[in-house]
């Protein structure tokens, strides 16, 4: 079973609207969870991460994630897209103690 | 400050060939990591090293691949008689010892024609 699984592979939104993507983590990661973002030719940056302590956590432009130990979910979520929030999302868990594992990706496409 | 940084940018080889990419990590960052993304995948981990010594190679994929860090900076990626499946964009990353953040360098496009 894949460790993350992240169950779209493609999300067109128009902007302005909100989004959800969504991620899984199986037992066999960590819980400690990350949302990387790609924009267009440039390399992975870390968007958010929770390690511990609150189960919402949030970013500097607006996107947020809730833990959520039950469901063994990871979801993102903003409440209104930019055409700037193009990009592809990664989630990662850690598998050991220094070994990072992805899904396999969403590309968000936000559409004027 | 300076970032992760990943030389050269994009290599373009012929199968059979050898090669070497390069990566400089964050001054300060003991930790450095390398991951390969094929298209349409998420990275996935290839081996870490703590200081000079690898600490976790488990994602080398067969023996031809081969990673060094003889003074605990500076990390080569040494790929051995290319083949088409080895084309993807490999990836460096470094952190602190003991960090939970991965600061990732904007990678290496690798082309075996």
């Known amino acids: 079973a894949q460790s993350v699984t992240q169950l779209d592979s493609q999300v067109p939104v128009f902007e302005e609207a909100p989004v959800e993507l969504r991620c899984n983590y199986s037992?066999?990661?960590?819980?400690?969870l990350f949302w990387y973002v790609q924009y267009p030719n440039q390399g992975l940056q870390l968007l958010l991460k929770y390690l511990s302590g609150s189960t919402l956590v949030e970013s500097i432009n607006g996107f947020e994630a809730e833990f959520n130990k039950s469901q063994t979910s990871f979801h993102l979520r903003k409440p209104s897209v930019h055409i700037s929030d193009t990009a592809e999302y990664f989630c990662a868990a850690y598998q050991g103690a220094q070994k990072l594992v992805f899904g396999q990706g969403t590309r968000l496409t936000i559409n004027p | 400050g300076a970032g992760v940084s990943q030389t050269p940018s994009n290599k373009v080889t012929e199968k059979g060939k050898y090669v070497e990419l390069r990566c400089d990590p964050i001054?300060?960052?003991?930790?450095l990591y390398w991951y390969r993304q094929s298209l349409g995948q998420g990275p996935e981990f290839l081996i870490y090293f703590q200081g000079t010594g690898a600490a976790d190679d488990s994602g080398l994929p067969n023996d031809r691949f081969f990673a060094v860090r003889p003074e605990g900076s500076v990390s080569t990626l040494k790929i051995q008689r290319t083949e088409r499946g080895d084309s993807a964009v490999y990836l460096c990353?470094?952190?602190?010892?003991?960090?939970?953040?991965?600061?990732f360098g904007p990678g290496t496009r690798l082309t075996v024609l």
């Open positions: 990353a470094s952190s602190f010892v003991g960090g939970r953040e991965q600061f």
């Open positions: 001054s300060g960052h003991t930790a």
């Open positions: 037992s066999s990661v960590s819980v400690y």
